[in-house]
């Protein structure tokens, strides 16, 4: 099926420093999404994106966090300055419909901030 | 709070048995209830979903049963075989916005 692919698999920074994961999504799909997964917990949805503009975002969605696309390249979630909390499984996902139709996920990139 | 609640974290079944998953909800306003199968390592992928105006989805040996008057739903996994050994996610959404997901049961099938 279609293959969304994720940038690192695996990411360790030090605390206060920028992070970037990128997301390459689904060809022809238009709406992407950042979910966090702490281990063991359920998956969280952070953000989504349409258009260029960050359509909804849940409170997880700190201000030190941002997305954009640019140029039709990557999808990516920045976090600057990150902190210990942001150590998680992040997932992107895209959706050729929108939030109801089925929403493809890559493999998650594992973050770990020291 | 949780809005979408799974009752077990974990399920064991024989190989040729039926897994049954539940899974309940909060908001009586969502209308999307996707079933998403997950593999240690890698990211969830749609099982099989329903919409509120349904009872019944089957999808193979997937079928997902739905009451929305009780708010809750069923996975139910026919003849289980050793590779639906995974973590089921349910998840719910209302009126196209975002997935809130439950925080899934690990099946494992024993041969």
């Known amino acids: 099926g279609p293959k969304v692919l994720q940038i690192p698999s695996h990411q360790i920074i030090d605390m206060g420093q920028m992070v970037t994961l990128n997301c390459d999504p689904v060809?022809?799909?238009?709406?992407f999404y950042w979910y966090k997964q702490i281990l063991g917990q359920q998956m969280e949805f952070l953000v989504n994106f349409y258009n260029g503009k960050v359509m909804e975002k849940s409170k997880l969605f700190k201000d030190q966090f941002s997305v954009e696309r640019p140029d039709g390249s990557y999808f990516t979630l920045k976090i600057q300055p990150t902190a210990l909390e942001d150590s998680a499984v992040y997932f992107c996902?895209?959706?050729?419909?929108?939030?109801?139709?089925?929403?493809?996920f890559g493999p998650g990139t594992r973050l770990t901030v020291l | 709070q949780q809005q979408v609640r799974q009752s077990s974290q974990s399920l064991t079944v024989w190989e040729g048995e039926t897994a049954i998953l539940n899974c309940s909800y909060e908001n009586s306003a969502f209308d999307y209830f996707p079933w998403y199968q997950q593999f240690p390592g890698e990211g969830p992928a749609l099982l099989i979903a329903i919409r509120s105006v349904s009872d019944k989805k089957e999808d193979g040996r997937f079928t997902i049963f739905f009451n929305k008057r009780e708010k809750n739903l069923s996975l139910h996994i026919k003849d289980s075989q050793p590779g639906d050994s995974a973590t089921y996610f349910c998840?719910?959404?209302?009126?196209?916005?975002?997935?809130?997901f439950g925080t899934g049961t690990t099946v494992s099938v024993s041969p």
């Open positions: 060809s022809n799909h238009l709406y």
């Open positions: 998840a719910a959404s209302q009126g196209g916005r975002a997935l809130i």
């Open positions: 996902a895209s959706s050729s419909t929108g939030g109801a139709g089925e929403q493809y």
